[in-house]
């Protein structure tokens, strides 16, 4: 097989010199790379291999230029692009080879278009007469990405590189963001271009019309709904940061004096110390915030889709409750919840419409009755995992302390279970743009190479991953992308030997029937030193505060794994299939 | 359940018919008939795909989601009473000596079919219609031997007086929002 391969390839480089291109004309691979500069992209997650060779060799000559950062597996390059794209809004660009490269990403992708992430997938393919023939590394990539992406495309002609290039960069980030997959056949990376280079960028499309701006009279009519509402309560969720709305939520709220509640993905766009933010919605969200869901009269919710994760029980959900739904996307309006006042837009132009027509208000005494479940909650949850009298470290007491150590200005990488949903209920987050997590997918394995992603995008804050040991041994070869790349990001590892969240489920609902949950864990910290990170193991209450200060006073990436509780469970929790009002405690 | 027809009109790549059946796919929704061919307008695919769905609203969210496909310029969801729409099917027909012969008068003057096609041991009879119209024409003609019969999926045009030009390329916004 690999026989063939070289066999093709040196009679194709024969035919055409691959790096050694005219002045005015350049080769489809040349045409990649200077697409991609001219499209603004400076970092490149990827990993070579047989197809995607070309463009290799074309980076080689642009290394002043493109950062090139070379993950362990392509998983890791999707979601690494992931979580650079999450904190700088930007587009994450992956670079891999046909076959395997290729579905290696599958999951990044699948992750990036439930998250709506913008993402630009370059992805190599075997030469276009091979097409078909099962060839060495052939995939059917586009069948496969099909439903995983906002839109792929096959190029076999390098002609139309630019052209495309441009498009996938258009389509990734407008409107709701989401993945590109681009598959690139390997004779259209080599052939050379029949035209002098020239990217333009794409600004308007036939076919695809993202609408910005409301229609006036959906505006008007919301603001009259809102400003009749006697109970309004308003969800945010991701589409807040993603529309950089984040100041005109901060001014409608104050305006109207609405209570606010998160998603998990909306979590940070306002500050926990706001007093209109009332928590975070869902399955493990606060206990008033999903009570009062069921005893509001009027839901505004700005760029969020009703994930089942918060509604629960969609027939017993907020019935009484008429919505509001401000979304860009017109296919989640009506899709889980039936809305009153929708409003297809941008949150950010839908909230600057809206401002001016909404009355200013007083919702104190409605804002309070979030108060009541507070402190029950408080209780009841909080104060006793914060302060525990078990013998070992509670989750929630090392999140709450990074909170405090890193002021709640990190940026704060969750990976996928308990610490997840720990991490969202006491990290106090103050800084907009400052949670990554996979959401709607629940990618575990997700957080170590999105917080080398999210560091990238953003070198000059503290990110932090916070990961469990199951999902680190998901990722942990991008450990070595880690330490190769030098990034100084501060990975967490609560580990409590457990598949925490099945563990949970399978405690609380199917008799403590423990199957397959526990871990036979290596040592993760010779593990880390194996790959020349540093870092140690806190199994001590009382060394836990020393331990975060060592992690986060290095300058270099660094591991801490905290020993904790083996079985601790998360709550509050709206069990599947429960009302969002059942809502346990314990 | 009702049947809706769906027409679908997109730029004409490679594709685009495994970008909207996935969509079906993935609700188990079945294909009942579906014709693709270019339009009017150069480069402009037609898309007329035929399903039942006992939910009007789950025919209105798939609509939008056949919409979220990039290459998809528009989408119109329509009941039978919408649109004009036909079918057409061939019938191979055993015709052996000594058989009794076809009544061709009914054939052509009734059913409106029309023999295409004259072999010494068969015909092939060519019918336009609806479905109804054509499985008229099929039991009707069933006692003969039918070698083959195959139905073409439906063409539809909507009744309003709008074309192709008028919907492109942003009139669907107002349509579904």
């Not at chain 1, 700005?302 to 017109?330: C, N």
């Not at chain 1, 996979?438 to 957080?447: D, P, V």
């Not at chain 1, 790959?531 to 060394?543: A, M, N, P, V, Y």
Request: glycine share 6%.
């Amino acid at each position: 097989m690999e026989f063939n391969e070289t066999q093709t390839q040196t009679t194709q480089i024969a035919d055409q010199p691959v790096s050694v291109a005219t002045p005015e004309l350049i080769n489809g691979s040349h045409a990649v790379i200077q697409s991609l500069i001219a499209e603004g992209v400076e970092t490149i997650f990827g990993y070579p291999g047989g197809a995607i060779m070309p463009v290799y060799d074309a980076i080689y000559d642009y290394q002043d230029q493109v950062n090139h950062i070379l993950v362990r597996h392509e998983q890791g390059a999707a979601h690494a692009a992931e979580g650079f794209a999450r904190i700088t809004g930007e587009v994450g660009v992956c670079l891999v080879t046909s076959g395997p490269g290729a579905t290696n990403l599958v999951t990044g992708i699948a992750d990036a278009i439930i998250d709506s992430t913008p993402m630009v997938c370059i992805v190599g393919q075997v030469a276009s007469h091979l097409l078909g023939t099962d060839a060495f590394q052939e995939t059917d990539v586009m069948g496969i990405t099909i439903p995983i992406t906002k839109w792929n495309y096959q190029i076999t002609n390098a002609d139309e590189i630019p052209e495309i290039i441009a498009k996938a960069f258009y389509i990734a980030k407008s409107g709701r963001p989401g993945p590109v997959l681009i598959d690139i056949t390997k004779d259209a990376q080599q052939k050379l271009m029949t035209k002098p280079f020239s990217h333009k960028k794409c600004e308007k499309l036939i076919s695809y019309h993202p609408r910005l701006s409301p229609k006036e009279e959906q505006v008007a009519a919301a603001a009259k709904l809102i400003n009749e509402a006697k109970r309004p309560f308003l969800f945010f969720g991701h589409g807040v940061q993603i529309a950089g709305a984040e100041k005109e939520l901060l001014q409608f709220i104050e305006k109207t004096d609405i209570p606010a509640a998160s998603t998990l993905l909306g979590l940070s766009s306002v500050s926990v110390d706001h007093p209109n933010y009332v928590g975070w919605l869902g399955m493990h969200g606060n206990y008033g915030t999903n009570v009062l869901t069921n005893q509001c009269d009027v839901i505004i919710a700005i760029g969020m889709r009703f994930d089942d994760r918060v509604t629960g029980d969609l027939s017993r959900y907020a019935t009484q409750a008429k919505i509001v739904h401000i979304e860009i996307d017109p296919a989640e309006i009506d899709k889980i919840k039936k809305a009153e006042a929708p409003v297809v837009g941008d949150a950010k132009r839908a909230l600057e419409m809206l401002l001016p027509l909404v009355n200013q208000n007083n919702h104190e005494a409605w804002r309070a009755e979030f108060k009541k479940f507070d402190a029950i909650e408080d209780e009841k949850i909080t104060q006793p995992e914060l302060a525990p009298t078990t013998e070992k470290i509670k989750m929630a007491e090392v999140i709450r302390t990074l909170s405090d150590k890193t002021k709640g200005e990190a940026v704060i990488v969750a990976d996928v279970g308990q610490h997840q949903m720990m991490t969202a209920r006491y990290y106090q987050f103050k800084k907009p743009n400052s949670f990554i997590t996979s959401g709607g997918l629940g990618t575990m394995g997700f957080a170590l190479p999105a917080s080398f992603g999210a560091k990238v995008g953003a070198p000059d804050r503290e990110v932090v991953a916070i990961i469990g040991d199951g999902c680190f041994q998901m990722t942990i070869q991008e450990l070595g992308t880690i330490a190769q790349s030098g990034l100084p990001v501060k990975i967490i590892i609560l580990n409590n030997n457990f598949l925490g969240m099945v563990r949970q489920w399978q405690q609380l609902f199917h008799q403590k029937r423990y199957s397959f949950v526990e871990l036979q864990n290596p040592d993760f910290i010779t593990i880390a030193k194996g790959f020349g990170i540093d870092g140690h193991t806190c199994g001590l209450r009382e060394d836990l505060n020393d331990s975060l200060d060592k992690m986060l006073a290095s300058d270099k990436p660094y591991l801490l794994e905290v020993l904790v509780e083996k079985e601790e469970n998360v709550f509050p929790m709206v069990p599947t299939g429960a009302c969002v009002a059942d809502i346990r405690l314990e | 359940m009702t049947t809706y027809t769906i027409c679908v009109f997109t730029e004409n790549t490679i594709g685009i018919l495994n970008k909207i059946t996935t969509i079906l796919t993935r609700r188990r929704i079945n294909i009942d008939s579906l014709t693709v061919s270019e339009t009017e307008r150069k480069g402009i695919s037609r898309f007329t795909i035929v399903i039942r769905h006992e939910s009007r609203e789950a025919v209105e969210k798939l609509v939008r989601q056949i919409r979220k496909v990039i290459e998809v310029l528009a989408v119109f969801g329509y009941l039978n009473e919408d649109i004009a729409y036909n079918e057409i099917a061939m019938f191979k027909i055993s015709t052996p000596i000594g058989a009794k012969p076809l009544d061709i008068e009914t054939i052509n003057k009734t059913y409106k079919a029309w023999v295409v096609y004259w072999h010494l041991t068969y015909v092939i009879i060519q019918k336009t219609g609806t479905e109804e119209e054509i499985f008229e024409f099929f039991d009707y003609i069933k006692p003969h031997e039918i070698l083959e019969f195959v139905r073409s999926g439906r063409v539809a045009v909507s009744k309003s007086p709008q074309t192709l030009v008028d919907y492109l390329p942003e009139a669907e916004w107002e349509y579904y929002q």
